[in-house]
Each structure stands twice: as C-alpha cells, then as structure tokens.
C-alpha cells in the first residue's frame, strides 16, 4: 500500500466525522434558535396585549363623599396587608391568623407547608403604594365587607433556606401587582378575608446611581 493509500483511509474517514460533528451542532444550534424566536414571539404578544391598560376605568373608587373616614380606611388596610405579608415571609403563622378570615389562613398554610417542603422562603420586600381605590362597601345586621383595589410594587422571590440562592423571580428589579382585597368588620375586629391577583408584570431594572 502506497502512501496516497494510506492517506485516503485515515484523512477521508476523520473528514467526514468532522462533517457530521459539524452538521450535528448546526441543527441543535438551529432548533435551539427557532425555539428562542418562538418564545419571543409569544412574549412580545403578551406584551403588546398587557400596554396601556387602563385600570381606573376597570375599577372606579365608589363615592366617598359621605365617608369622612375613607382615608383612615385606606391606610389601615394597606397597614393590615403589609403586615400580612411580613408575617408571611417570617412564616409567622400566629400573626397570620390575626389578620385573615379562617379561608385565608389555611391558604396561606398551604403555601407555607409547600415552601417548607422544598426548604424555600417566599421573599416580599419594599412594598411601596402607587394607588388604593375603595370599590364597594357592603352591609348587614353584624359585618361589613370592604372591597378595596391595591395597586403597588415590591420585591418578590423566591430563594432557597440554606443557601440564599434565589431560586425563582427576579432580586434584582421589582413587580407591579394589583390585587383585589376584601376586608371583613364585625364588630371590633377586621380581617382580610380574600385576595386576588389581578395583573402583575415585571418592571425594569432600577438604574443606580454611578459613583462620582
């Protein structure tokens, strides 16, 4: 065998796996492409869809001229949902049922059960108020139910026990959600007795200020 021979048999075969290597990467690369421009796609929808809703037409604050204590109303609210919260992140389950209707306490046990058995803590921070609008009061012979619309921006993540590891979410940047929050009275006592997520979206980084 003559060396062109030899050269054939050992260059054309290490040709030819370098081809299909090639071709293989390609096609991962390709799919893994296609799939990134679907997804965007399908955000980008979302996105255009979720702009320039207007909420204040959605849920219109009642008449509150005959409520000389509508904005004490308003601040204990906010006051009794942050303090929820923080009870929440602090698996402070004892607060918890202070604050919440029986119905809502065991939500909030259940969500608390289901982060303790993946060693993970729900993280709520900087809660700061953009609006609050009172909806609805509605009365009988022994309660009171308030309807309240919420709409503020926080921190929320979720980050593993042991480590701090942020788990899901962003740490990063803060969220925009409006909830629907109903407040029971009777008597002496108030609870929050139900909690809707009615729109969240992620905001964008917040910049910091560059060292002078």
Do not use: W
Not at 77 to 94: Q, V
Not at 151 to 168: A, E, G, S
């Amino acid at each position: 065998m003559n060396i062109k021979d030899i050269i054939v048999q050992t260059i054309v075969p290490s040709i030819s796996l370098v081809l299909l290597i090639v071709i293989f990467i390609y096609v991962i690369l390709k799919k893994a492409t296609d799939n990134i421009k679907q997804e965007n796609k399908e955000v980008k929808k979302i996105t255009e869809n979720s702009i320039n809703i207007d909420t204040s037409i959605i849920y219109k604050e009642m008449d509150l001229s005959k409520i000389k204590e509508a904005d004490n109303i308003k601040t204990t609210l906010f006051e009794m949902y942050k303090e929820l919260i923080k009870a929440y992140t602090n698996f402070d389950k004892k607060k918890i049922e202070t604050l919440t209707s029986k119905t809502l306490y065991n939500h909030y046990l259940e969500l608390l059960n289901n982060l303790e058995e993946k060693d993970e803590a729900e993280v709520y921070k900087n809660i700061t108020l953009n609006d609050i609008r009172i909806l609805s009061i509605r009365k009988n012979k022994t309660s009171a139910t308030i309807k309240f619309y919420l709409n503020i921006n926080c921190y929320n993540y979720k980050v593993d026990k042991k480590t701090k590891t942020t788990m899901r979410g962003f740490d990063d940047r803060k969220i925009n959600q409006e909830l629907l929050i109903f407040l029971v009275k009777k008597e002496e006592q108030c609870v929050i007795n139900k909690i809707v997520k009615i729109g969240q979206k992620t905001l964008q980084k917040e910049k910091k200020n560059k060292k002078r």
